[in-house]
């Protein structure tokens, strides 16, 4: 059942395999952020985190910000881009 604590050996076996899980997305968001960091040639702004199931680096730039996430619950990985939604204003948007 999910959300259950076992208890005795069951219940260590449980949390190790859990601490196991946090290491690996910790792994993870390391390989992560230092591709990111390569490609988008940037330091990386990290977002989320292994207890909220998501994790991800962005380049933290205005107007147009690049992203990369790992999110645990669909096993998923992305990379996006965020567009400011600020309007220009003069002869440009004619």
Do not use: H
Not at 24 to 32: K, Q
Not at 51 to 73: E, H, K
Request: with cysteine; proline share 3%.
């Amino acid at each position: 059942m999910k959300g259950t604590k076992l208890r005795g050996e069951a219940g260590e076996v449980q949390r190790s395999a859990l601490a196991s899980a946090e290491e690996l997305i910790r792994a993870l968001r390391r390989v992560m952020i230092g591709l990111f960091r390569d490609l988008f040639d940037c330091d990386g702004r990290r977002f989320g985190g292994p207890s909220l199931g998501r994790i991800g680096t962005s380049d933290g730039m205005d107007d147009v910000q690049w992203n990369a996430g790992y999110f645990r619950s669909g096993q998923t990985a992305t990379l996006g881009v965020n567009l400011d939604e600020t309007i220009p204003e003069g002869p440009e948007m004619a």
